[in-house]
């Protein structure tokens, strides 16, 4: 017998027919009835609609994906992007999750817990679900030292976005200002912090000049260009003072951008990181739990090739990847001639290599660069322009991914 049909109660009876008169092999799906050789196995007919989704196995992508729904409390992101799920199995329609959570919160564990039965039970062939969360006892923290255990989000903030690069000049920074008033001229509330603390270029491309003021409360009030909330420490010191720190104070800096800093309400805060996967990503990663990464290239193998290890490194700290912005993608001359300076389409077969999304391209235009010199970024001073439309379709692709 199946191994279906054996958890299922049926009764057994012989033929009435002769042995020549019975049929080999008959099966009546309204009768629930089972007819071989000489006997008759007879089920309930919900026992057997029952029995049909029992055999139909549900894989671990299918109940991860599930999974994927249920949001950490008080957060956007959901417990599979978090890490949260250790264990998934499934089998003859029953399926079983085990959650590790880094906080001891009971509240916390019994929302998710909740959560996730409700979304796997609603699995077709999800018949019996069973979730364990395990949590860490009072006072302890999974494993002893969990670094991203003390992730919090940022008061008043819905969604933050990294905008990285593996590598240097591949124009992440003239990417994230104009992706910030992109957002902003499609009606969202946005912030842009500039987290290159050795290389602050964001003062200079939004047109801020003017230093923050402090509020009653003792926080940093952002400066607003463009519509956008804007804070760099570039806007603390004197135009050529550099900036000589280890670790450990920028790391200090980014907390105190994103804990000190009157933001208010924002649909969006864009955090402009720095090339490579040091100090201020990995600072940036345990500080706050990001909504996702967007990922800016050149089509060269040369700045794709560090690209991957960006991409690793998000991964490694369970931030979701948005998708991949294929940067200085080609040049038109004057007479209308296309010329692909550094190749074309690397972004988009990388997107495919890594099976995240590709977001698009951005020419290579004088005004784009003129636009960041000046402080008057192409997608404000000329949203019609061909770069202007390419920004505002990327922020209208990833509002709709992030809702």
């Given amino acids: 017998m199946p191994p279906a049909f054996a958890q299922l109660k049926t009764t057994k009876k012989k033929c009435p027919k002769s042995k020549a008169q019975c049929p080999k092999l008959r099966f009546a799906f309204g009768k629930s009835v089972l007819h071989f050789g000489h006997w008759t196995l007879d089920f309930g007919l919900a026992s057997f609609r029952n029995a049909g989704n029992l055999s139909a196995m549900l894989s671990q992508e299918e109940i991860q994906n599930a999974l994927k729904s249920v949001k950490y409390p008080g957060f956007s992101r959901d417990i599979v992007s ?33 959560e996730a039965e409700r979304v796997l039970k609603a699995l ?11 949590q860490p006892a009072a006072g302890k923290s999974v494993g002893g030292t969990n670094p991203f255990a003390n992730q919090k989000g940022v008061s008043g903030v819905k969604r933050i976005i990294a905008i990285a690069s593996g590598k240097g000049g591949v124009g992440k920074s003239t990417c994230s200002v104009n992706l910030a008033c992109a957002f902003a001229q ?63 104070m920028i790391a200090k800096t980014i907390d105190q951008f994103l804990k000190a800093v009157e933001w208010g309400d924002l649909d969006f805060l864009l955090v402009d ?43 490694k700290v369970n931030v979701p990847i948005l998708g991949i912005v294929e940067n200085m ?75």
């Fill in 82 to 114: 978090f890490g949260l799920v250790k264990e998934i199995s499934a089998a003859n329609g029953a399926v079983s999750v085990a959650l590790q959570l880094t906080s001891p919160n009971p509240e916390a564990a019994q929302q998710i817990k909740a």
């Fill in 124 to 134: 077709p062939g999800a018949n019996h679900v069973h979730v364990e969360v395990r």
């Fill in 186 to 248: 499609l009606g969202a509330k946005v912030g842009l912090l500039d987290c290159d603390i050795y290389g602050p270029s964001i003062p200079l491309m939004m047109g801020v000049h003017e230093k923050p003021t402090v509020s009653a409360e003792s926080r940093l009030v952002p400066p607003v260009a463009h519509g956008v909330k804007v804070m760099s420490i570039g806007l603390l010191l004197d135009n050529d003072q550099p900036v000589i720190w280890r670790g450990p």
């Fill in 273 to 315: 990181l720095p090339p490579g996967t040091g100090d201020a990503q990995l600072s940036l990663c345990q500080t706050v739990a990001l909504d996702g990464g967007v990922i800016v290239t050149t089509p060269q193998e040369a700045s794709l090739g560090v690209v991957r290890k960006g991409i690793a490194m998000f991964r």
């Fill in 329 to 403: 993608s080609y040049f038109t001359t004057p007479n209308g001639e296309r010329v692909e300076i550094f190749g074309h389409g690397g972004g988009k077969e990388e997107a495919a290599r890594q099976n995240v999304p590709f977001l698009g391209e951005v020419p290579i235009f004088t005004e784009i660069r003129e636009g960041g010199d000046c402080g008057m970024p192409i997608v404000v001073s000329t949203p019609n322009h061909a770069a202007g439309k390419a920004f505002i379709q990327i922020a209208e692709m990833l509002r709709q991914k992030l809702g």
